[in-house]
T-cell receptor
Framework: DAGVIQSPRHEVTEMGQEVTLRCKPI?????LFWYRQTMMRGLELLIYFNNNVPIDDSGMPEDRFSAKMPNASFSTLKIQPSEPRDSAVYFC???????????????FGPGTRLTVL | AQSVTQLDSQVPVFEEAPVELRCNYSSSVSVYLFWYVQYPNQGLQLLLKYLSGSTLVKGINGFEAEFNKSQTSFHLRKPSVQISDTAEYFCAVTPQGAQKLVFGQGTRLTINP
């Protein structure tokens, strides 16, 4: 298996521009997670989906952030408009959730390093 | 709510020496516990996890961790580290049956020759 695939790996943009990050989860996984990693705040969960449905978006910083999962093999995280404080590494992870007996091992992608100037 | 405290932000160790990375958690319900490793410029990779049963859990690359319920700890150990173990290590917790991982701030392990 190719693992979790994220694109782009690096993104440099100017303040005010729209940024779209993409993720392809591991085939057969039914849960998908978006994380943000910064030096100041560490690793934070932004949002996660089960069977393409958003379950918990309480970590999404504000309305400028939105995430979608139109099908089981693709998700996007969009920032519009972007700000310098959004600069971070954004990780996507996927897992196989089977209910209460789940082991919930999350498999992480390589991340997208976003720099907003 | 759950929280995780990794007591050391940086741990320098000489090659072939033993190491312990400390992790304490807080939760009002039973939890699953995880250690992840992040090598430079890579995503996180699962080292080991505790779900139930034996409190001593063995993982990849010679690492092991011990769950101590009374002390709410899940410390990671390796008897003899290698240069290739240089990485950042994250302890994480999730309530049993839930999916939301809560991570600690990470411990940067540096192995010196």
């Amino acid at each position: 298996d190719a693992g979790v695939i994220q694109s782009p790996r690096h993104e440099v943009t100017e303040m005010g521009q729209e940024v779209t990050l993409r993720c392809k989860p591991i085939s057969g996984h039914n849960s998908l997670f978006w994380y943000r990693q910064t030096m100041m705040r560490g690793l934070e969960l932004l949002i996660y989906f089960n069977n393409n449905v958003p379950i918990d978006d309480s970590g999404m910083p504000e309305d400028r952030f939105s995430a979608k999962m139109p099908n089981a093999s693709f998700s996007t995280l969009k920032i519009q408009p972007s700000e310098p404080r959004d600069s971070a590494v954004y990780f996507c992870a996927s897992s196989l959730y089977e209910g209460l007996a789940a082991t919930d091992t999350q498999y992480f992608g390589p991340g997208t390093r976003l720099t907003v100037l | 709510a759950q929280s995780v405290t990794q007591l050391d932000s940086q741990v320098p160790v000489f090659e072939e020496a033993p190491v312990e990375l400390r992790c304490n958690y807080s939760s009002s319900v039973s939890v699953y516990l995880f250690w992840y490793v992040q090598y430079p410029n890579q995503g996180l990779q699962l080292l080991l996890k505790y779900l139930s049963g034996s409190t001593l859990v063995k993982g990849i690359n010679g690492f092991e961790a011990e769950f101590n319920k009374s002390q709410t700890s899940f410390h990671l150990r390796k008897p003899s580290v290698q240069i290739s173990d240089t990485a950042e290590y994250f302890c994480a917790v999730t309530p049993q049956g839930a999916q939301k991982l809560v991570f600690g701030q990470g411990t940067r392990l540096t192995i010196n020759p």
